[in-house]
């Protein structure tokens, strides 16, 4: 949830989508999101769609969200099942923000209830919410388990005190291992920590620590992000005053290659650009539903959403939300709907990012050449494109936004 939205088309009040779209429901995975607004404090790197408390009113709470997210997810269910065909239970849920754990395990349970009574949960669903280590404890993940929760995914950054001052993070350096160990012993088979590397001031000792920590986490699944610096927020203002550096991306690329050597090593296996997996089993389902161009129903203030090439996007204020769900309309602020030329690009842009590749009949014909082009220059694997598809080289990994680029042409 980015702070600026795409512009689109005006969404229909009732939240009616084209019977275009509801007519594959069901053939593809169908995810639902929910997007928790709450935050104790504001990271200077963050331009996700959230507010501290003193930035809310008593309109804008945890019990006027949960039945504003109530009202949204029951309106979700009434508009697939127009289509008349049965609405497919989730086979994901994904809980982030924001920081969800700060509404604890009791209000955490409420939100998968208000899933279950309205889409209904598949038998073998993953569910996943994303937890800030410092609003964790024992208890709490034993709620969450007692709750139906089955993965959860830990907001690292680093280790190093130093780097976690810059980014404004309020956690103590050891406290993300402590949270995964205590989640693992809660009984949690699937537990992630994400990493941010490239953080102005950050060594690579620093790195190297911050990966030995989720190495003693005993965790299964690693995401890392490298820095980005977005517009609008207080590192963005800090590095324009010439306070703080912008992050190298030679010093990028060489961040992201000893990650990626570290966990390798550990056997961790990277199966998108950014997220590494010990095995099949532990790679993160809702996402890569996403990236496969599955279905889902984003709900909460400012959530995104996409069923069958239509995307829409919900107002972002948390009293807004409440309110327009109160007067019975859909929280939907505006859509786009994708024709086939918008979803093939963007099949294109997702799919390369995965360890499992393109198809190449995906591509035009100068995408084609393009991608014989990017196995001479060492981005493509030869092998993998005689096969029919287009995988990204350990160098195409570290420049995946520029290959994309040249197969989109």
């Known amino acids: 949830m980015t702070a600026q939205p795409p512009t689109g088309e005006t969404a229909p009040s009732d939240g009616a989508l084209p019977a275009s779209a509801l007519a594959t429901l069901g053939q593809r995975p169908f995810g639902v999101y929910v997007h928790v607004p709450f935050c104790a404090t504001r990271c200077g790197y963050c331009d996700f769609n959230t507010y501290t408390a003193d930035e809310l009113d008593s309109n804008s709470g945890f019990r006027s969200w949960l039945d504003g997210l109530r009202a949204e997810l029951a309106l979700g269910a009434e508009v697939l099942a127009a289509g008349g065909g049965p609405v497919p239970p989730a086979g994901t849920v994904f809980v982030g923000g924001g920081t969800p754990s700060l509404l604890g395990a009791e209000g955490l349970g ?38 139906g ?20 993070r309020r956690h103590t350096p050891g406290r993300a291992v402590e949270a995964a160990k205590e989640a693992g012993a809660a009984g949690f088979e699937h537990v992630s920590l994400d990493l941010i590397y490239g953080t102005p001031g950050e060594r690579t000792e620093d790195l190297r620590e911050s990966l030995n920590a989720v190495l003693e986490a005993g965790v299964d699944h690693v995401s890392a992000y490298s820095l980005i610096v977005e517009d609008g927020t207080a590192m963005a203002r800090k590095v324009r005053r010439g306070e703080l550096p912008m992050p190298d991306e030679d010093v990028l690329a060489d961040r992201y290659e000893l990650i990626d050597s570290v966990l390798s090593g550990a056997g ?45 996007w919900n107002v972002k204020h948390p009293a807004r939300y409440s309110a327009v769900l109160g007067a019975g309309r859909s929280p939907a602020a505006a859509r786009e709907v994708l ?45 993998a ?23 989109l042409g």
Not at 117 to 128: I, M, Q, Y
Not at 149 to 168: D, F, I, K, N, P
Not at 306 to 312: A, E, F, L, N, S
Request: with cysteine.
């Open 110 to 147: 409420e939100v998968l209830d208000a899933v279950r009574s309205s889409f209904g949960l598949h038998d073998e669903a993953e569910v996943t919410t994303e937890s800030n280590p410092e609003s964790t404890s024992p208890e709490f993940f034993h709620g969450l388990r007692r709750a």
């Open 149 to 168: 929760y089955t993965r959860v995914s830990l907001g690292m950054q680093s280790s190093a005190e130093h780097v976690l001052r810059v980014l404004e």
């Open 268 to 312: 961790m296996g990277w199966y998108e650009v950014s997220n590494w997996a010990a095995g099949d089993s532990a790679r993160c389902l809702h996402n890569i539903g996403y990236w496969q161009g599955g279905d889902w129903w984003g709900a909460g203030p400012g959530a995104h959403s996409h069923i069958g090439g239509v995307r829409w």
């Open 339 to 383: 024709d086939t030329e918008d979803q093939r690009i963007e099949r294109i842009m997702l799919e390369l990012r995965l360890a499992t590749g393109l198809p190449v009949d995906v591509l035009d014909d100068p995408g084609h050449l393009a991608a014989k082009q990017a196995v001479a220059d060492g981005l493509l694997h030869g092998e």
């Open 385 to 407: 494109l005689e096969r029919g598809r287009c995988v990204l080289t350990d160098r195409g990994r570290l420049l995946a936004d520029g290959v994309v680029r040249r197969l």
